[in-house]
């Protein structure tokens, strides 16, 4: 097979059926735990986000797959994400550099479109891919912080774990969404994946939720009830069509500084595993960042979701640098 018999064309939302049937050839090869859905495939061309895609081509197969994005709410301070892959087929002939190298041309006109003035590219690298890895880092990328994937099975409603006295467990109502996301830009916007919102992205992050298993943790101690703390699911189906799953997952869990050691965290994880449990959901699962210098070990929340059943199926690097 020659280094060089592929060609390069733009990639828009009518090629997701070969996107999806490609991402799906790579993640089977390469035993990932967790599997693309075709929806979140379709997400990836949507009009909420800023975006250049880019295919490889031989005839009319696609052999590899690129794009880099941004939100088009909050863009000035997010970073571009680049993901895309090449299938196992074509791997070792240089087309991963090249992928790699068209990527941040295309993160280039992303950034200008949205007028970004200091933009960052972000990548996320699985465990295992050490090729890719190495390719990142040869172009400047360095290691920003990294994060393991936690998985449990759910069979039945459980027994709720309660927080602390005076504070309660309660689904999200209209109440608490802004304050919600002015504890979002307080607790997260300073890791390398994350930024603040404004009300409008907060809002339309929302909406992509399951709000029967979103709750807030609030103290009625006082004359004002006060938000200690939210946790934010959403729901995903598996791609498998011949072994269907339905999984909850864990977008965001937080917890603010005051009320950090009373069990806020299990109070809202028991009641949200319950809600998942009685929607007959399968599996649920949640990724929980590591900080640069920290062990997996000496996480805290690690151990917390460990307690409830959950088990560790993966760690993804997460790689940066500046445009």
Request: charged fraction near 25%; glycine fraction near 6%.
């Amino acid at each position: 097979m020659s280094a060089k018999k592929w060609s390069w064309r733009a990639l828009t939302a009518a090629d997701v059926p070969l996107v999806y049937g490609l991402i799906c050839e790579i993640e089977a090869a390469d035993e990932a735990p967790v599997r693309t859905s075709r929806n979140e495939v379709y997400s990836y061309f949507s009009p909420s986000h800023i975006w250049r895609a880019q295919g490889a081509w031989v005839g009319e197969e696609l052999i590899a797959f690129g794009l880099a994005r941004v939100p088009r709410d909050g863009y000035a301070t997010s970073p571009i994400t680049l993901s895309g892959g090449v299938s196992t087929a074509w791997r070792l002939l240089g087309l991963g550099s090249e992928l790699m190298n068209r990527q941040l041309e295309a993160a280039q006109n992303v950034a200008a479109d949205a007028q970004i003035t200091d933009p960052r590219v972000i990548l996320y690298v699985e465990s295992g891919e050490e090729d890719l890895r190495n390719i990142a880092q040869l172009l400047d990328f360095t290691q920003l912080t990294s994060f393991v994937q936690l998985r449990r099975e759910l069979h039945s409603v459980e027994e709720l774990a309660q927080p602390s006295q005076y504070i309660s467990v309660a689904p999200v109502s209209s109440d608490w969404v802004e304050q919600m996301r002015k504890a979002h830009n307080r607790v997260l916007s300073d890791l390398p994946t994350w930024s603040k919102m404004d009300a409008d992205a907060w809002d339309s992050f929302l909406n992509t939720l399951e709000k029967d298993w979103c709750f807030v943790a609030i103290d009625n101690f006082g004359d004002r009830p006060r938000l200690a703390g939210y946790l934010l699911a959403s729901r995903y189906e598996s791609p498998d069509e011949s072994e269907p799953t339905l999984e909850g997952y864990v977008e965001e869990i937080v917890v603010l500084p005051e009320w950090r050691g009373k069990r806020v965290s299990t109070g809202m994880l028991s009641t949200a595993i319950n809600a998942m449990a009685k929607s007959d959901v399968d599996y649920i699962g949640i990724d929980i960042t590591i900080p640069p210098g920290v062990d997996i070990e000496d996480s805290e929340q690690v151990v917390m979701f460990e307690h409830f059943g959950f088990v560790r199926v993966a760690e993804t690097l997460i790689l940066g640098r500046d445009l």
